[in-house]
């Protein structure tokens, strides 16, 4: 058989330039080496010191992490928000106004967001899950085509405490019942359709057709997307 040349050998190494290198958190090698050993050394106090550094907490924690093979937990008794961190603690810096989310369909349609217009969003959407009398613990389901919406769905529910399971738009009927009655959700979030290489993906029609057989689920959220019925 004749000799393979792998694609896949690539030797050759990229060096960034100093401005660059100047304006990111590691700004070297030798300064990624050091954080390394560190975290080899002493995985609690890195993750600790990287928790403080990087997140914004409520409560700080009582115990780093707790490990009884297999189960893990970390950070045990802090309490934190993942929407708070996504967007609230920028709205008073100057994030407020950079992009957050920049967006382009399938269609060719464009949106960008800002950490301030994300956070509106949000709120607004959490708000309308709240007078649907959703409440922190219950659970979700999130079946949507890739827009900013799906997005601001996901961050409106754990901003809630709501939990949240994202399925894949591509996914089946049977795939999403299956799904939710497994998590024996109380709403769905989804939209009339998706676009997907050139078709419209009947998203609600799925939707309605799981819904037979998933007595849990209360409400269902639905955005105007394809237009279709």
Known sequence: MPDIDSALKEKRV????KEFSAEAHIKSFAAYKSLYQKAKKNP????????KELLTWFTPWKKTLVWNPPFAQWFVGGKINVSYNCLDRHLSTWRRNKAALIWEGEPGDQ????YLQLHQEVCRFANALKRLGLEKGDR????????????????????????????????????LKD???????KAVITADGGYRRGAVVALKKNVDEALVDIPTVKSVVVLKRTGQN
């Not at 949106?111 to 800002?114: A, D, E, G, S």
Request: with cysteine; proline share 5%; aromatic share 10%.
């Open 14 to 17: 990229f060096k960034p330039s």
């Open 44 to 51: 609690e106090k890195y993750w600790s010191d990287r928790a």
């Open 140 to 175: 979700v389901g999130i079946y949507m085509p890739m827009v900013p919406e799906a997005a601001i769905a996901m961050l409106a529910c754990t901003r809630l405490g709501l939990v949240h399971s994202v399925v894949f738009g591509g996914f089946s009927a049977q795939a």
């Open 111 to 114: 949106r960008t967001l800002t």
């Open 179 to 185: 799904r939710m009655n497994d998590a024996q959700a």
